[in-house]
């Protein structure tokens, strides 16, 4: 068997011993011709993998530089260095894979995130990497596991659909047909139908609306998948692919919506805080480290951890929208006119605002309820004031909007009327129609943009940093 080999994540605490053993992993640094760091992925703890003077040729030597792929045979000493209570003196070692250190982009110095991103296929190999993807890792474990604590069923939607479900039109199409010589129909418009699927069809936007047809028979699921916006912003939040989470329950007002929004979200980072420590203590240093390089205006004074911890302890703030309007206009922020945009009830809240609202004034996250119904989507419960929906936005410090979520318009013909006034094709929406029409419930549900929440919990500034390969308007290397 090849691969007999122990974790350095394992290795690295295992006690000093007379057993052999074998680790593989790349070449991190290599010192004195003697000393090797070598690091496999499974922690940031590197193994000093120790290749006595004289005992190894020149030739093999000179094949160990940075970047390049080992297996180490060996037993493992107590280290006289400092920084480790062992280290694996070398009896065999093998080259896996070369490295040529000329050509190797990523040499043992530290590089910027900018630069990582246009690196992407190496950038696995370095620290802050191994800890968020590690993270990234833990949060999507620790989702199932909630879910499947509170016996949800994970229903896997589909990619490609006919509907636009967020009826906000950002959708990238997809089709077999060709770009010169498109068919069309005697009115001149493409002609769909000799398509690969018989019409129009586009990535999904949310899988929502297949989730609430599972809802109504299972009363509780959740999904897990890619979801796809081709709106054109470039923002440290936005990507054009990314994951979402979006449970769908049967018998939940807005209120449980919120409470299962919240309960998974501290579950989330308390999971993090026990199973991801030392990655989570990597990234609090690293942040520290940045932090200390800014103007003290405009450092946050908290740590990474403190955060998480002060997040899992307490109740997030619960306010309406036309609170949320109000805190608004009467903070010192807009009374200098510091906001960009303006404030008004009506408004969409700009990133900003929502900032404001948890940054500065409440200091921990907030839920806002009950949003103008010109500003959501059609499927939201309209309240009996008239000018709301029962929907629920919950912002994060650092981050802005994090799940946006609502209890469903479960009335036919309040739902009919909406679609209608919104330009919703309610003929091929039959079959969203027919859970209202059949045995319809009370339901609600929410959407939590999973690389958002890796950013919270990892404290990485932009997006890109915490998916694996971004993309992002203009982004679709690798
Ligand atoms: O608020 P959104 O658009 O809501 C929905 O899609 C609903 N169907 C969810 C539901 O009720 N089932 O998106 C939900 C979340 C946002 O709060 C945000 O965290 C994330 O998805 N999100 C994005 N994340 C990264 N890049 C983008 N372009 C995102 N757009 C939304
Ligand atoms: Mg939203």
């Known amino acids: 068997m090849f691969n007999k080999r122990v974790k350095i994540k394992d290795a690295v605490r295992m006690a000093a011993g007379e057993e052999q053993i074998t680790v593989m992993g790349w070449v991190r640094t290599f010192r004195n011709n003697q000393f090797v760091a070598l690091n496999d992925g499974s922690s940031n703890d590197n193994l000093q993998v120790v290749l006595e003077l004289g005992r190894f040729d020149e030739t093999l030597l000179k094949k160990?530089?940075?970047?390049?792929?080992?297996?180490?045979?060996?037993?493992?000493?107590?280290?006289?260095?400092?920084?480790?209570?062992?280290?694996?003196?070398?009896?065999?070692?093998?080259?896996?894979?070369?490295?040529?250190?000329?050509?190797?982009?990523?040499?043992?110095?530290?590089?910027?995130?900018?630069?990582?991103?246009?690196?992407?296929?190496?950038?696995?190999?370095?620290?802050?990497?191994?800890?968020?993807?590690?993270?990234?890792?833990?949060?999507?474990?620790?989702?199932?596991?909630?879910?499947?604590?509170?016996?949800?069923?994970?229903?896997?939607?589909?990619?490609?659909?006919?509907?636009?479900?967020?009826?906000?039109?950002?959708?990238?199409?997809?089709?077999?047909?060709?770009?010169?010589?498109?068919?069309?129909?005697?009115?001149?418009?493409?002609?769909?139908?000799?398509?690969?699927?018989g019409r129009a069809t586009n990535l999904t936007v949310s899988g929502q609306l297949e989730g609430e047809l599972a809802a109504m028979g299972f009363a509780e699921i959740y999904t897990f998948g890619p979801t796809f916006r081709a709106e054109n912003s470039n923002t440290a939040r936005h990507l054009a692919e990314f994951w979402m989470i979006e449970p769908e329950m049967a018998f939940y007002d807005l209120e449980d919506n919120m409470d299962l929004a919240e309960a998974y979200i501290r579950y989330l980072i308390g999971y993090a805080l026990k199973n991801n420590r030392a990655d989570l203590e990597f990234l609090d240093q690293r942040l520290a480290d940045e932090e200390k390089l800014k103007p003290q205006a405009e450092r946050s004074g908290q740590?990474?951890?403190?955060?998480?911890?002060?997040?899992?302890?307490?109740?997030?703030?619960?306010?309406?929208?036309?609170?949320?309007?109000?805190?608004?206009?009467?903070?010192?922020?807009?009374?200098?006119?510091?906001?960009?945009?303006d404030v008004a009830w009506g408004i969409d809240l700009q990133s900003e605002h929502e900032r404001y609202l948890v940054e500065k004034h409440f200091k921990k996250p907030v839920i806002v309820?009950?949003?103008?119904?010109?500003?959501?989507?059609?499927?939201?419960?309209?309240?009996?004031?008239?000018?709301?929906?029962?929907?629920?936005?919950?912002?994060?410090?650092?981050?802005?909007?994090?799940?946006?979520?609502?209890?469903?318009?479960?009335?036919?013909?309040?739902?009919?009327?909406?679609?209608?006034?919104m330009h919703i094709p309610a003929d091929q929406m039959w079959w969203y129609l027919d859970t209202r029409r059949f045995g319809t419930v009370p339901h609600s549900g929410f959407g939590l943009?999973?690389?958002?929440?890796?950013?919270?919990?990892?404290?990485?500034?932009?997006?890109?940093?915490?998916?694996?390969?971004?993309?992002?308007?203009?982004?679709?290397?690798f």
């Open 64 to 197: 160990v530089t940075t970047g390049a792929s080992i297996k180490a045979t060996g037993r493992l000493l107590e280290s006289p260095g400092k920084g480790q209570n062992v280290e694996l003196k070398a009896e065999s070692v093998e080259i896996l894979g070369e490295s040529d250190p000329e050509k190797f982009p990523l040499q043992p110095k530290k590089h910027s995130l900018e630069f990582l991103r246009e690196i992407a296929h190496l950038r696995f190999r370095t620290n802050t990497f191994g800890s968020v993807f590690r993270i990234r890792h833990g949060l999507a474990f620790a989702t199932h596991q909630f879910f499947n604590e509170k016996g949800f069923v994970y229903l896997h939607t589909p990619v490609i659909t006919a509907s636009d479900a967020e009826g906000a039109g950002e959708m990238f199409k997809v089709t077999t047909l060709p770009f010169d010589n498109t068919p069309r129909t005697e009115a001149g418009e493409v002609n769909f139908k000799e398509d690969f699927f």
């Open 303 to 341: 740590g990474l951890i403190e955060k998480l911890e002060s997040v899992v302890s307490q109740d997030f703030q619960r306010i309406t929208y036309t609170e949320a309007i109000d805190i608004l206009l009467q903070s010192p922020f807009y009374k200098k006119k510091k906001f960009k945009y």
């Open 369 to 421: 309820t009950g949003y103008p119904k010109a500003i959501k989507a059609f499927y939201m419960r309209q309240n009996d004031d008239g000018k709301t929906v029962a929907a629920m936005d919950i912002l994060a410090p650092g981050i802005g909007e994090i799940v946006g979520g609502s209890q469903r318009e479960e009335r036919l013909d309040k739902l009919m009327e909406r679609m209608q006034e």
């Open 449 to 477: 943009g999973f690389e958002r929440m890796v950013q919270f919990v990892s404290g990485m500034t932009n997006i890109r940093d915490v998916i694996a390969f971004p993309r992002t308007p203009g982004n679709s290397e």
